[in-house]
């Protein structure tokens, strides 16, 4: 069954080994932060340097595998239609806004919507890694300076992930106007069983 995430919002699941997750972009152009943790030990967690270290790039897609904080294997991606992702931006905080947005108002953002929705698995703020940012298209010069453009994602693009253990997930629909084309928009997710 296909859920809906509301713009700007999160949610938080548990996905057992080998259950696959597929995360759609329904209507384009919308980034999704993903975070993942070891549901028997929390301390285990997603992580970006240990990923782009052992997959040895920094464009995360099909056939990759994201790596946790102890050198293993999370997730396995099995399918990518974007085959655009960001692995090196952390996700948006209420400081992005005020800090690069100069934006001193309340907004909301996926740090917030991530530890948020973790907070009943007993997980907290500080324990928010650097989230896979599926569909976000960051770009980097010759000289490493950094700029993040609108998703290259259409509508119904997806990604497939297969658990490499048993997981507790976070997704949010991203916050942050920049990283999604200045507009807000769902993202969809179904968790399919292993057969």
């Not at 997930?169 to 200045?182: F, I, M, P």
Request: aromatic share 10%; glycine share 6%; net charge negative.
């Amino acid at each position: 069954m296909i859920k809906e995430i509301a713009a700007q919002t999160g949610v938080a699941f548990t996905l057992k080994k080998g259950e696959k997750l597929k995360v759609i972009d329904p209507q384009g152009k919308q980034v999704s932060d993903m975070v993942l943790f070891n549901k028997q030990d929390p301390r285990e967690k997603i992580s970006s340097g240990k990923t782009l270290d052992f997959e040895e790039c920094i464009l995360i897609t099909k056939g990759n595998y994201l790596w946790s904080n102890r050198s293993r294997k999370m997730m396995e991606i099995l399918e990518d239609t974007n085959g655009r992702n960001d692995f090196l931006l952390a996700p948006c905080s209420p400081e992005t806004f005020k800090i690069m947005y100069n934006n001193p108002e309340y907004h909301p953002s996926c740090f917030e919507n991530l530890y948020t929705n973790l907070e009943p698995y007993g997980i907290s703020a500080d324990d928010v890694p650097t989230a896979f940012n599926i569909f976000m298209n960051v770009q980097f010069d010759a000289k490493g300076k950094i700029s993040v453009l609108p998703p290259l994602s259409k509508p119904n693009d997806f990604v497939l992930f297969e658990a490499q253990m048993d997981l507790i997930v976070a997704l949010t629909a991203c916050s942050a106007e920049d990283s999604n084309g200045g507009s807000f928009k769902p993202i969809h997710y179904g968790i399919l069983k292993d057969n």
